[in-house]
């Protein structure tokens, strides 16, 4: 029996560009903030304060900026390495080797450019999971099949 158009099965792959495209942003970003921070905090005047500002906002940068591009590279342990979508669930396989089902309220996010997509919903327990996945993170034919089957959940 052949598969309806609804239910698609696919592997995920790390997104080798799309990190460049991060380090590229993150990079002097984080070394920006964290430099002046250093600089004003130890010039021992007014702006202290400032410099205390500018370090934590760069340390927070760079956590946020180490998390997505570990995400892309497929590297954390709740990174979906695979999607299995049917009409009453839908199924990721986690790195770690965990099976995830989003089952109830259940919500999909595409962008305007068509290069990603956000994934939200609740598992079999009622926590809320959110999941963002890339275009460079399929293949071209699997990732259009995703989004159309994912368009009823909009």
């Not at 410099?51 to 570990?70: S, T, Y």
């Not at 080797?97 to 919500?107: A, S, Y």
Request: hydrophobic share 45%; with cysteine; aromatic share 12%.
């Amino acid at each position: 029996m052949a598969k309806r158009w609804e239910e698609v099965q696919c592997e995920l792959h790390a997104d080798k560009a799309g990190v460049l495209w991060d380090l590229l942003l993150y990079v002097p970003t984080v070394g920006f903030l964290l430099l002046m921070g250093v600089r004003l905090w130890y010039a021992h005047g007014d702006d202290e304060i400032v410099g205390q500002v500018l370090m934590f906002l760069g340390f927070f940068f760079l956590m946020v900026g180490g998390a997505r591009v570990m995400r892309r590279l497929l590297v954390m342990p709740s990174s979906p390495i695979a999607l299995d979508i049917n009409r009453e669930r839908i199924r990721l396989k986690q790195k770690n080797g965990q099976m995830l089902n989003l089952l109830k309220d259940i919500r999909f996010f595409a962008d305007h450019a068509g290069k990603s997509f956000g994934l939200t919903g609740s598992d079999e327990y009622g926590v809320k999971k959110q999941f963002v996945f890339h275009r460079n993170q399929f293949n071209e034919a699997d990732f259009d099949s995703v989004i159309k089957s994912l368009e009823r959940y909009k």
